[in-house]
């Protein structure tokens, strides 16, 4: 028994270097439910996760492991079905662990513990040296975690005091919706609503204003509600701003860009698609349209012959005739997995000596090229990718705040500890240092505080 037990704890061990961060988020003692997803009453409620090393031993430390033989049974058996569907660079995919049980009440014993500690340090190293595949990214860093020991009654107590009565405690408000994980931020506003009778998203807005208030109420949200909110914006009234949509809908994966869509349209009613398509022209419109209807790659396989096949059709559309085919580079950049299109990349720099990049802006220019730009650089860095978007909204005279916050906010639970790495690499200085020099007041203080 114990050596089927020991191997069932290699296997659990070894799953959760890939759940890890999603369990460390979301696990608070050792008798509750490990959720998976920002919705506590549903597993299905499930993102992408990738391993953030910093947070690995507190997810091992933290999640308990049953022990007695049916929970372990029940845990095993979900873990099993689910470990060839984790490919060995720790991505997970939705559909590969949609089923995965939501809550199994386990204990921990020293023993079990006792296998953890022994291989923990091997576990952490091989994860220092696994590559995130998904979007071409290392190891990604937030920069917001879940508040230990957090009580939604509590802070739910202390921020209806921060705003009731004459004035708001601005700090306050800070110290508690930037400090928190969107899943915790949830809980508090189903506080609000349900022990106090009010909305905590009005409260937000009849205390607050300006762009502090748009930052606090950013962070209130659902991310995937938030981002349908820009997306539309982006598409309304006189006008579309294509730079956002470009931002959101080509630096996604599959998974995240199908909860976009159908979001969106149970938010306003429209398929994003047929909205889209109105409001864009042209090559941006295929090239988008490819991309909203979920036509890339579902896998992270990499076919070196196709590849260089698919490297020089790129080759014949642009750079080897007069004149370009832009179909193509929308077919090809908009279709096929990440993994892929860095080899393509690759084939290509070796048939032409010219980077994609080069390619890219030699052939095609306006929104179409920010666009293809826009997968380029996200196959290559996000990181790098969203440090530039930083970049350019403060730079020059005046602050895009929109994107500026957009970024900041929809990217602290993912990787602005990367990106804040990246722009310093790319412009030597701190993305702080330049945050604090573009903005002001309790709207710097808050976005600070997630910078932090």
């Excluded at 470990?83 to 559909?95: A, P, S």
């Excluded at 949200?221 to 931002?247: F, Q, S, V, W």
């Excluded at 012959?305 to 950049?333: M, N, P, V, W």
């Excluded at 048939?351 to 306006?366: C, R």
Aim: aromatic residues 8%; charged residues 30%; contains cysteine.
């Amino acid at each position: 028994m114990y050596n089927t037990l020991i191997k069932s704890v290699l296997y659990i061990i070894l799953t959760f270097i890939c759940l890890g961060y999603a369990a460390a988020l979301y696990y608070t003692d050792s008798r509750t439910r490990i959720v998976i997803g920002d919705d506590p009453n549903a597993a299905h409620c499930i993102r992408k996760f990738n391993i953030d090393v910093k947070k690995l031993e507190q997810a091992l430390n933290s999640v308990p492991v049953p022990d007695d033989d049916s929970n372990l049974n029940r845990y095993m058996g979900c873990v099993w079905n689910q470990l060839g569907k984790i490919d060995g660079n720790g991505n997970v995919k939705v559909e590969a662990i949609e089923n995965l049980v939501d809550q199994v009440v386990m204990s921990q014993t020293e023993y079990i513990i006792q296998q953890v500690d022994d291989l923990k340090e091997s576990i952490v190293s091989k994860c220092k040296n696994l590559t995130g595949r998904c979007l071409g990214q290392k190891v990604r860093t937030p920069t917001v975690y879940p508040r230990e020991g957090f009580s939604v009654v509590e802070d739910g107590e202390t921020l209806r005091a921060a705003m009731k009565g004459f004035g708001t405690d601005e700090d306050a408000v800070i110290d508690i919706i930037c400090t928190r994980s969107n899943w915790q931020r949830q809980q508090i506003a189903t506080f609000f609503e349900e022990q106090l009778g009010r909305d905590l998203i009005d409260d937000l807005k009849s205390e607050l204003g300006g762009n502090f208030e748009d930052v606090v109420v950013a962070l209130v949200r659902p991310p995937t509600e938030y981002l349908c909110k820009h997306l539309h914006k982006a598409m309304k009234g006189a006008g579309t701003n294509e730079d956002t949509l470009i931002e959101i809908l080509c630096t996604r994966n599959n998974d995240e860009i199908r909860e976009i869509v159908e979001t969106y349209e149970q938010m306003y009613d429209r398929p994003l698609a047929e909205q889209m398509c109105s409001e864009t022209a042209g090559d941006l419109r295929r090239l988008l349209t490819f991309i909203v209807t979920g036509t890339r790659d579902d896998s992270n396989e990499v076919d070196v012959g196709l590849a260089r096949e698919q490297a020089e059709e790129l080759y014949s559309a642009g750079e080897g005739r007069l004149g370009t085919e832009e179909s193509t580079f929308s077919k090809i950049l908009g279709h096929e997995n990440f993994d892929q299109l860095r080899q393509i990349f690759e084939e290509y720099k070796n048939i032409s000596g010219n980077t994609i990049e080069q390619a890219l802006k030699h052939e095609v220019d306006g929104d179409y090229l920010k666009a293809l730009l826009a997968i380029v650089e996200c196959v290559q860095s996000p990181p790098a990718y969203f440090a530039k978007r930083l970049y350019d909204a403060m730079i020059g005279a005046g602050t895009d705040d929109e994107t500026l916050i957009r970024i900041i906010v929809s990217r602290s639970e993912i990787d602005l500890g990367s990106i804040k790495e990246e722009f310093e690499r790319i412009y030597d200085k701190t993305l702080e240092s330049m945050v604090a020099n573009e903005t002001s007041g309790d709207y710097k203080h808050a976005l600070l505080a997630l910078l932090r």
